[in-house]
């Protein structure tokens, strides 16, 4: 529980250190309507989900986290007001930790992990005034920091293998990345909800070419799908145009992380790094 606490604390030092910033650049920007412009907004999710690694024998509990976003929303009316095109760049901060299930197995690994970072959101929505669907697609840059706790019972023993490996993350600083894709509904002007599935990459240490050539070639895919998206398939079917960016941008994130999970900074031969799985649910507060 104390460590619930914590991170409440750290919500509020972020949210007490951004306020008086925030506030004063949102004045420059025209907030009369809600169909265009830049709006500042604060998020919160919850998500349950798992941690694995390709080369482990031994197994991780699922995980709970906890997340806060603050960022900054730009949104735009396309053909006419019936679409929206708008993307989101903002910080973020979770605290990750094992959820048991009121389990008493012990012998899986217990962790906690604190993450932060920055990630930026795009996507084209459906506009029903008052209400809006808004499909997404995110890449984020994370920073995370995991504690581990060894399982402590007779019956229980870690190869020395897995030992090797899970040296790399305990009680450092790791470097990493997040891809996101989710549904935002917009319930009206300043409050939203939504879901999402996560999926993130935390290197056990960085290859300073492997890992700008692995990035490199995902967002020159990516970007080509943002240019298809703009260029071709808003003019030629704008109805279907939100749908079909949305499965383009995160069917082709999803297959970069399968390849990742074997070899982290894929094509070029290196180890596995860990991975996360999270289902999460949000709340957004647009100010």
């Known amino acids: 529980m ?29 907030f009369g309507s ?22 482990l024998n031994t197994s991780f509990h699922n995980l709970a986290q906890n997340e806060i976003i603050i960022g900054r929303r730009t949104l735009k009316p396309i053909v006419s007001y019936k679409l929206i095109q708008f993307s989101d760049n903002y910080l973020f901060s979770s605290y990750v930790d094992d959820y048991k299930e009121g389990s008493n197995n012990n012998v899986k690994l217990s962790y906690d992990i604190w993450k932060f970072g920055f990630g930026y959101r795009k996507g084209f929505g459906y506009n029903f005034g008052d209400f809006a669907i808004l499909p997404y697609y995110h890449m984020g840059l994370v920073w995370n920091k995991m504690n581990l706790s060894l399982p402590r019972t007779e019956n ?34 300043s409050f939203g909800i939504g879901a999402s599935f996560e999926t993130a990459v935390i290197f056990p ?42 499965v383009l941008k995160n069917g082709l994130s999803y297959f970069f992380y399968t390849l990742k999970q074997k070899e982290m900074n894929w094509p070029f031969s290196t ?17």
């Not at 709006?39 to 989900?49: A, M, W």
């Not at 180890?271 to 100010?287: R, V, Y």
Request: charged share 15%; aromatic share 16%.
């Open 205 to 246: 240490y960085y290859k300073v070419w492997k890992q700008f050539g692995s990035f490199f070639i995902e967002t020159l895919s990516q970007t080509g799908i943002d240019f298809l998206t703009e260029g071709v398939i808003i003019k030629a079917m704008p109805n279907v145009a939100p749908v079909l960016y949305f």
């Open 34 to 55: 809600y169909y265009s412009g830049t709006r500042d907004f604060i998020e919160i999710s919850y998500g349950l989900g798992n941690i694995k690694h390709d080369n």
């Open 271 to 287: 180890t596995a790094p860990l991975t996360l799985e999270t289902l999460k649910f949000s709340f957004k507060i647009t100010l």
């Open 156 to 189: 229980s023993f870690i190869p020395p293998d897995d030992l090797i490996i899970l040296r790399h993350y305990e009680d450092q600083i790791k470097f990493g990345t997040n891809n996101i894709g989710g549904v935002d509904l917009r319930i009206s002007s």
């Open 2 to 30: 104390s460590k619930f606490y914590i991170f409440i604390f750290s919500i509020t030092v972020i949210l007490s250190s951004t306020q008086s910033d925030t506030f004063c650049q949102s004045n420059q920007f025209g």
